[in-house]
């Protein structure tokens, strides 16, 4: 057996969103530490609560994870993935294989108020832009919030991920 075969499928979680989604904001696939805490982002290293934060205006490291996924709604911001499951070991999106992606119109479908999609990496843009480029949505490609990608500072990306405030409005 070689190492892909035996290395688990890993899935990712249902859509947070509401039918007054105006931003929808897709990862590629969650790490470990959010695979086994079952949460959205739950790596405390990852600057996704503290980027989406200084964008609606709220201190969403401060809050407890329901509160979070509350504030992220009322400020009409979704969250998905593009990979429905993928096999990898570890966190990295680099090391997916046998990538299942998503049916990204199908949702975005559903949401009448939604104006934008951002993406959370490179990985996410390359699965999720080509599905959604005749959607007629704004479609922003975003630094990733991953502890992994640390050679873009902090500052740089909060000027970045500001542009998604711009649709909620």
Known sequence: MTREEITVRKSAFAPLVAPDTRVLLLGSL??????????????????????????????????????????????????????????????????????????LPELTATLPNLRAVGFNGRKSQSIGMPQLADSGLALIPLPSSSPAHASMRLAEKEKLWAEIGKYLS
């Open 30 to 103: 969650p790490g470990e530490t959010s695979l086994a805490q079952q949460r959205y982002y739950a790596h405390s290293q990852n600057r996704f609560w503290h980027l989406v934060g200084k964008v609606i205006g709220v201190d969403l490291p401060a809050l407890d994870y329901e509160d979070r996924l509350a504030a992220l709604l009322a400020a009409r911001i979704g969250l998905w993935d593009t990979v429905a499951s993928a096999r990898r070991e570890g966190s990295l999106d680099a090391s997916m294989r046998d990538v299942e992606a998503r049916a």
